[in-house]
């Protein structure tokens, strides 16, 4: 034992943390977000309800940060597949052929809005954000808006170029795309494949009316 | 008594009709879907459980209905304030300017999203579709599809006039301004104004790329 360092605590610390995300997000997949307590996230992840308050002060907080930590180890996992520098996993990329860049990010979301670790826990929460209007804007605040500005970034940089139309909010713009996938998954009215995601980036820029 | 003519069964059979969709809309707003029982409805539209039995095999199903009937009492309504024939009101107008009527189309959708009596029930049902599959088929059948294809009815019109483009597919192309309105209605990612509706049927008829 002497030749084995003790972990130190904040290395205790973060497996802690890493437990308690794990915990909430199986919960508020099997039992939805309503059932889900302080109280059962702590019991799941072995550690005492004290130690969850030490960090976080409601259950939408943890359920929150658990939500932005899974996006941001899904980014990661991402950019290594890619080969990318993780640090630049957030940002759209920009090949400069802007009907391919979001044609990629849009299949690579279809691929996740399918996969059940993200999906299950996710509708939970999605669920939950209908008719929970203090849940809602946090989730926009946490989630949802700083994936949007991610498009806002990459429409900005295709303006500066020409590819898009200069006198257009790239905020609504990004909708155009993004929303029929959100609607899709939602309410189920539709399938969700990499060709439909396709069709939808080439609608969007091309237009609906004839050129 | 003898002058009045007593109430017939089929008008009693309404009446209770009536009440129970009543009933089954107050009560999926106060308490959401899975705590709404038939027996619930029952006590609250003042008829006995075995009546609703008579008429429907689920809670599902008087649901469902429920709001199938909301969704024709509006626009009924709106056909009125219109000065529309009511027969016709389901049909998306067509007066041979396609921006026009998507843009009125979707600003009357706005204000019934914002509006309580739709709202608050009809967002505890797409709460519940979130997580529950087997209502979400059932609610995109009766519900969310046939509103679906007002808009393909009147997109293929506008292919045969040559005002949209003949290669799209129009039950896609109509989610590039409906879906961004879904979406925001469904998640609070922004405002839902008629600016808005207005912005989407320009950004989708002409396209984000530049001409």
Redesign the interface.
């Known amino acids: 034992m002497a030749t084995k360092t003790a972990p130190d605590s904040s290395r205790r610390s973060e497996r802690s943390r890493r437990a308690i995300y794990d915990a909430a997000l199986a919960l508020i997949g099997e039992a939805?977000y309503a059932k889900t307590t302080i109280e059962g996230i702590a019991a799941r992840a072995g550690v005492g309800k004290q130690t969850i308050y030490r960090w976080w002060s409601s259950k939408a907080e943890v359920l929150l940060e658990a939500f932005v930590d899974l996006g941001e180890r899904n980014m990661a996992a991402a950019a290594e597949a890619a080969g990318v520098d993780p640090g630049e996993a957030r940002a759209i990329p920009d090949t400069g052929d802007l009907a391919a860049d979001l044609k990629d990010v849009l299949r690579a979301t279809v691929d996740e809005l399918k996969d059940p670790q993200f999906a299950i826990p996710y509708?939970?929460l999605?669920?939950?954000?209908?008719?929970n209007?203090d849940l809602?804007?946090r989730?926009?605040e946490q989630i949802?808006?700083p994936g949007?500005q991610l498009y806002v970034a990459r429409l900005r940089a295709a303006q500066e170029t020409?590819?898009?139309?200069?006198d257009?909010?790239p905020?609504?713009?990004l909708?155009?795309?993004?929303?029929?996938i959100?609607?899709?998954w939602?309410?189920?009215?539709?399938e969700l494949t990499h060709a439909?995601a396709d069709?939808?980036v080439e609608?969007?820029?091309?237009?609906?009316?004839?050129?």
Chains 1, 2 share one sequence.
Do not use: K, N
Request: aromatic fraction near 6%; hydrophobic fraction near 45%.
């Open positions: 939805g509708r939970a999605a669920a939950e954000g209908i008719i209007r809602s804007v989730a926009v949802l808006e949007l020409g590819e898009l139309r200069a257009l909010d905020r609504i713009a909708e155009l795309f993004v929303s029929p959100a609607q899709r939602l309410q189920g009215t539709g439909y069709t939808l609608y969007a820029l091309g237009g609906l009316a004839p050129r």
